[in-house]
């Protein structure tokens, strides 16, 4: 009977435990946790229509004067690149399709300001961008503080926009 009595015990605790830790609110994992996060940034699946990001790469300035261009990331709707100059570096460059991030065109409806033809706005110190073909964004980041906003217009300017802008029309 003492026996019979423990095994129930022991299904009885088993059952409850189960119940108690089916029934518990988990925390999101850290890849939950960063969807959830660009979700509310406005970010949404890869369009089917975006290129593949090294197909952005032709239209990067080319290197120049000592500047150096390193591509560190390509992904489908992105593309970016280091620029340095006697090993220091000193901005990033990115081209991004913005049907996959409807947000980040919103921030030029209301740009007075022109680079090359194409709205721009400056994004706190340290970047510009500008908007090509109403879907292409086109950004310069600076990574050192000798990097000035002129810096980052002038190389804007440098990039083959009229060619991206072609895309959007095929």
């Known amino acids: 009977m003492l026996i019979q009595i423990r095994k129930s015990l022991v299904v009885f605790f088993s059952v409850a435990l189960l119940l108690l830790t089916s029934c518990a609110q ?3 994992s850290r890849y939950q946790a960063v969807q959830q996060q660009s979700s509310k940034k ?3 699946a890869v369009v089917r229509q975006s290129l593949k990001g090294g197909e952005f790469n032709s239209f990067f300035p080319a290197e120049q004067d000592g500047y150096k261009r390193v591509y560190t990331q ?9 620029l340095s100059k006697d090993g220091k570096d000193l901005a990033v460059m990115a081209i991004s399709d913005t049907l996959n991030m409807p947000l980040a065109k919103a921030k030029f409806a209301d740009s007075t300001k022109k680079i090359a033809g194409y709205p721009a706005v400056e994004q706190g110190t340290s970047t510009t961008a500008l908007l090509v073909g109403d879907r292409y964004q086109v950004k310069v980041l ?3 503080p000798s990097f ?4 980052r217009a002038a190389w804007l300017e440098k990039f083959k926009l009229s060619e991206l802008a072609k895309l959007v029309k095929k």
């Open 26 to 28: 988990t925390s999101p």
């Open 42 to 44: 406005g970010a949404t």
């Open 74 to 82: 390509e992904k489908k709707g992105f593309a970016e690149a280091k």
């Open 142 to 144: 600076s990574r050192s």
């Open 148 to 151: 000035t906003a002129k810096d």
